[in-house]
């Protein structure tokens, strides 16, 4: 295997799509250099969270977490861009899984019944090809065994992305753009959410507001990257 491993690696360079050097076997998408200058988030079992302090005021929430510190600036940025833009999924899929493992140890993900990506409207599902937060969801799905139930919620709207929009100009984009398919699926159960990157936490907030709709349910968040 470390042969065929080789071959395949001198036919087929891959590169860190944070920095562009070559990857070394054994090597996953990062090099080892830029995996450990990742700018992690820390989460601790019993401390405020960076991401639970933007997300303070929802009433449903248990706990939130991000795994890195996102800047349009920093190299580390193109991380969602491959995941998001570039048509490489798989990079969520592995990034969730070196967050899932660290989150575990601390206890991140205890009583969460499921994992619930934030969708795509059907539109832009179709254009990407797949909903990048569904990826990331499988990630910590793979780690943790709880299963993803990405039926559960929709999104009616295919509203404008967030990206070039201003704060109050997000809110407004996103008011009303979900809809939970079968509440009673959800009475009494702790979700978990999850999306890709977290800026102003308009996003999840609506989604959030839509899932209470539920009764007596429990959310949990997470997303790769946090802005700021």
């Known amino acids: 295997m470390l042969l065929l491993d080789s071959v395949a690696d001198a036919l ?3 590169f860190c799509i ?3 050097r070559r990857l ?3 090597e996953k998408h990062l090099c080892l250099i830029c995996l ?3 700018p992690v988030i820390p989460y601790k079992n019993g401390e ?3 991401t639970e302090i933007l997300l303070m005021g929802e009433p449903l929430l248990v706990r939130a977490a991000s795994y890195f510190r996102y800047r349009k600036e920093s190299g580390y940025s193109r991380i969602l861009y491959h995941l998001k833009y570039f048509g490489h999924p798989e990079v969520g899929l592995w990034m969730a899984r070196q967050a899932a ?5 601390e206890g991140f993900f205890e009583g969460v019944d499921c994992i619930i990506p934030v969708p795509l409207s059907k539109a832009k599902q179709r254009r990407r090809g797949y909903n990048q937060s569904e990826y990331i969801a499988r990630g910590l799905s793979q780690v943790t065994g709880i299963p993803v139930e990405k039926e ?4 009616l709207i295919d509203n404008q992305s967030q990206a070039r929009k201003g704060g109050i100009e997000r809110w407004e984009n996103v008011e009303g753009i979900f809809s939970v398919r079968d509440a009673a699926r959800l009475e009494g159960c702790h979700v978990l959410v999850v999306d890709d990157v977290i800026t102003t936490g308009a996003t999840i907030s609506s989604l959030l507001e839509t899932i209470s709709s539920a009764s007596n349910v429990r959310v949990s968040v997470f997303s790769l990257g946090l802005a700021g």
Do not use: F, I, N, T
């Not at 493992?101 to 140890?105: A, E, F, I, P, T």
């Not at 559960?152 to 999104?155: D, H, K, S, T, Y």
């Open 12 to 14: 087929m360079p891959r």
């Open 18 to 20: 944070v920095c562009g």
């Open 24 to 26: 070394a076997l054994g």
């Open 36 to 38: 450990m200058k990742l």
């Open 48 to 50: 405020l969270s960076s």
């Open 101 to 105: 493992s660290r989150l575990v140890q």
């Open 152 to 155: 559960l919620v929709c999104r």
